[in-house]
C-alpha cells in the first residue's frame, strides 16, 4: 500500500467512485482504525474449507461478525472450535471486497468458556434428565405398519421436501399430514409444540415426525426449549425427532421416542418399506402355494389308495363265490378221504377173512351184509354232505343283495353311495339314489316322518 494516502484516495479526489473503488477504500480504513482488536463471542456455523481455511461467526446476544482464520495460522491452534463455544479472538477487522462483508481475520483464539446458548442447553438437558424425560423406558414403540404420519415443520423448510420425498419413495401407499409451524424464531418453540398438540387432538396420524433441517445452536434454539419438549413427553403419539444433522443433537432429540439423525432418516424410520413388504408378501405366497401343492398332491394320493381299497359289490359277490368254491373243493376232498379209508379197511379185512375161513358159507353172507351195510351208510352219508353243500349254497344265495333286492327290498344311497341305515339320515329336499332288482333310480324326499313303526 502507498504509505502517502492523500494523492491514492479516490474518495478525496472526488466524482463518482467504482464499487471497487469503494470496498477497497474502506477495508484500507478499517484495518487503519482497528490495527489489532481482540473479541470474544460464541462460535457459530463453524466449516473447515478444503484449503484448509477456518470460515464462521462470532456473535452474542446482539450481533454477529463473520470471521476467517487462513490455514498458515490455525495450523497453531491445537484444537478445532466447537459450535457453541465461547472464543476469545485476536483480529485484524477487514472488508471482503468481492462481496463487501465486513469481517474479523483471526491472527490467533483461546477458549473462553462455553458460550451461554450451550451452557442454557446443558442446564435444561440435566434438569430434565432428572425428572426421567429421557428414561427409555418412558419411550412408545414406532408402530411398524402407521396408517398415517405427521410432520410438523415449516412448509417452507428443505427438510420437509425431504419428508415427503422420502416418504413418497418408501411407503406411497401411508398418507401425510403437515402440521405446518415455523422452525426458527422468538415463538417457534410454543408453536411447534401447539401442533403436536393439535396432532394428538385430531387424533388423525399414528406417528409425528418432528423435523427441521440443520443450522446453528441459535438456529435449532426453538428445538432446545422446555415448552417443545413439555408437548413431545405429553404426546400420546410416538414421537420421532429429526432436527439438524447427524452431529446436532438437541433437547427434543432427548425426549422424543426415538432419534434420526437427519430428516430423510426419519422418514425412513417411522414408514415401511414397501419394496421389502412386497419381496415378502411374494416369498410368503410362494411359500403358501407350495404347501397348498404339497397338501392337495399327499390328497390325491390317499384318495387314489382309498379307492384302490373299495370294491365294488359285484366283485365282492364273485370273491364270495371264489371262497364258496374253495370250501366245496374242501368238503369233496374231507367226503372222498373217508370213503378211500374204508376201502382201504374193507380190503384189509377181506385177506383177514380170506385168510382165517372158518364158516365160509356164514362169513360170506356176514360179509355181504356188512358189505350192504357199509355201502349204504356210504351213500347216506354221502347224500348228506351233498344236501349240506345244497343248503349252503342256497343260504348263500339267499344273502345275496341281488337276491334280497328281488324280493322286493330297495336300498337307499346317498349321493356319495353311502347306504342308508337310520331315518335320522334322512331329511327334506335330499337328493337319494333308490337301488332296486332290476335298476336304480334318483329321488327327492319332499317330507321325512321319523318314529314310525317298523315291519
Not at 13 to 38: M, W, Y
Not at 41 to 48: I, K, Y
Not at 315 to 341: D, N
Request: net charge positive; hydrophobic share 45%; with cysteine.
Amino acid at each position: 500500500m502507498d504509505t502517502d494516502p492523500a494523492p491514492s484516495n479516490p474518495v478525496a479526489a472526488g466524482g463518482a467512485l467504482t464499487v471497487g473503488q469503494l470496498t477497497s477504500a474502506i477495508a484500507g480504513l478499517l484495518e487503519l482504525g482497528f490495527p489489532l482488536v481482540r473479541v470474544r463471542g460464541e462460535v457459530s456455523n463453524f466449516t473447515r474449507a478444503a484449503s484448509g481455511h477456518w470460515y464462521f461467526f462470532l456473535k452474542d446476544a446482539q450481533a454477529q461478525i463473520r470471521c476467517v482464520m487462513f490455514r498458515g495460522r490455525n495450523q497453531y491452534v491445537g484444537f478445532t472450535p466447537r459450535e457453541g463455544e465461547a472464543m476469545e479472538i485476536s483480529a485484524l477487522v477487514s472488508l471482503y471486497e468481492p462481496r463487501g462483508d465486513l469481517q474479523l481475520n483471526v491472527d490467533s483464539l483461546r477458549r473462553a468458556g462455553q458460550g451461554d446458548l450451550f451452557e442454557a442447553f446443558l442446564r435444561l438437558k440435566e434438569k430434565l434428565s432428572a425428572l426421567g424425560w429421557f428414561d427409555a423406558g418412558r419411550k412408545r414403540t414406532i408402530p411398524a405398519h402407521p396408517r398415517a404420519i405427521g410432520v410438523v415443520t415449516s412448509l417452507q423448510a428443505a427438510a420437509l421436501r425431504d419428508v415427503l420425498a422420502a416418504l413418497a419413495r418408501r411407503a406411497p401407499h401411508v398418507r401425510v399430514v403437515v402440521y405446518p409451524a415455523p422452525v426458527q424464531g422468538k415463538d417457534a418453540a410454543p408453536r411447534l409444540a401447539a401442533q403436536i398438540a393439535l396432532a394428538n387432538a385430531r387424533a388423525e396420524v399414528d406417528v409425528i415426525l418432528l423435523c427441521r433441517g440443520g443450522g446453528s445452536i441459535e438456529d435449532l434454539l426453538a428445538f432446545n426449549e422446555e415448552v417443545l419438549a413439555h408437548a413431545v413427553v405429553n404426546s400420546a403419539i410416538p414421537v420421532v425427532s429429526g432436527v439438524g444433522h447427524e452431529t446436532d443433537l438437541t433437547i427434543a432429540d432427548f425426549v422424543a421416542d426415538l432419534r434420526a439423525p437427519t430428516p430423510t432418516a426419519a422418514a425412513e424410520l417411522a414408514s415401511p418399506d414397501r419394496e421389502r413388504l412386497l419381496q415378502h408378501l411374494e416369498r410368503e405366497r410362494q411359500l403358501l402355494a407350495r404347501a397348498l401343492r404339497r397338501h392337495l398332491d399327499g390328497s390325491a394320493q390317499r384318495l387314489d389308495a382309498a379307492s384302490r381299497r373299495l370294491a365294488h359289490p359285484r366283485e365282492r359277490v364273485a370273491q364270495q363265490r371264489t371262497l364258496l368254491a374253495q370250501a366245496g373243493l374242501r368238503l369233496e376232498h374231507a367226503l372222498r378221504a373217508p370213503l378211500a379209508r374204508a376201502t382201504v379197511e374193507l380190503e384189509q379185512a377181506r385177506w383177514r377173512l380170506h385168510a382165517a375161513r372158518p364158516r365160509p358159507g356164514e362169513l360170506r353172507t356176514q360179509l355181504g351184509y356188512g358189505a350192504r351195510r357199509l355201502e349204504a351208510a356210504q351213500h347216506s352219508a354221502l347224500q348228506q354232505a351233498c344236501g349240506r353243500l345244497e343248503k349252503g349254497a342256497a343260504g348263500l344265495e339267499l344273502l345275496s343283495p341281488q337276491r334280497t333286492l328281488e324280493r322286493g327290498y330297495a336300498v337307499l344311497l346317498t349321493e356319495n353311495g353311502q347306504a342308508l341305515r337310520s331315518p335320522r339320515q334322512l331329511h327334506p329336499e335330499q337328493h337319494l339314489q333308490l337301488r332296486l332288482a332290476e335298476g336304480a333310480a334318483g329321488i327327492t324326499l319332499s317330507d321325512v316322518q321319523t318314529g314310525l313303526d317298523g315291519f
